[in-house]
């Protein structure tokens, strides 16, 4: 079985009850739409996070967001295929996997692209207490040629997208922070997915993100939710 979520952010608690109440066994994959936060304190912190999730009977399957490191950047992470697309996964957790963007991936027989990153509105706040921010949290131009190559090579037609952020369009302005001044986010990300989703014909759109549960047209965003992965 393949299962979905939204950021966990580093707390597995609700993914800990579904592994009990579903019975689930380490050939089930969760994917988690970005902000897993696995890898974000860095150190012993992020390998306790590791050490337990490996606990647990289910392949996790993450998505970059903007509250962790890229996998490339940190020692110990190997590329390796996986359902015929590209993650990065350590030895000593063959079961927490994390997509290199632009890769296609057959999920179920549905031919499935990720686009990782976003920007962070609380960039400012975490470099003022010295939490974690990496200026490569959004795509560089570089993956953005990688992902457009790859749907270009599929006609611009795949069964699902998995992203972090979503297209400007599909923005849920009502779950925006208060006091952040929308006219200082950096949207290219979200305009870049505009010109993505315009091109793209598709039956399925999964994001994360916002912290909010949302279905608009073809795309859905996800939080607490953990449910099948579906069209």
Known sequence: MIYITGDTHGRFERVEQFCKSQKTKPQDILIILGDAGINFSGGLRDQEKKRFLSSL???????????????????GYQLQEWHGGQVYVEAE??????????????????????????????????????????????????????????????????????SHTVPLKYEPTEVFLEGVDQSQVDKSTE?????????LTYRKWYAGHYHTEKEMDQLEIMFENIKEFSL
């Open 57 to 75: 009977p289910i392949t996790l399957f993450c998505i970059h967001g903007n509250h962790e490191k890229r996998p490339q950047t940190i020692a």
């Open 93 to 162: 957790y063959p079961h927490l996997c994390f997509a290199k963007d632009g890769e296609l991936f057959d999920l179920d027989g549905k031919r499935t692209i990720v686009i990782g990153g976003a920007y962070s509105v609380d960039k400012w706040t975490r470099l003022m207490y010295g939490f974690g921010w990496w200026p490569d949290e959004q795509p560089t131009d570089a993956i953005k040629q990688d992902v457009q190559r790859q749907l270009e090579q599929q006609n611009w037609n795949v069964d699902v997208v998995l």
């Open 191 to 199: 305009q870049w997915l505009n010109q993505i989703e315009n091109q």
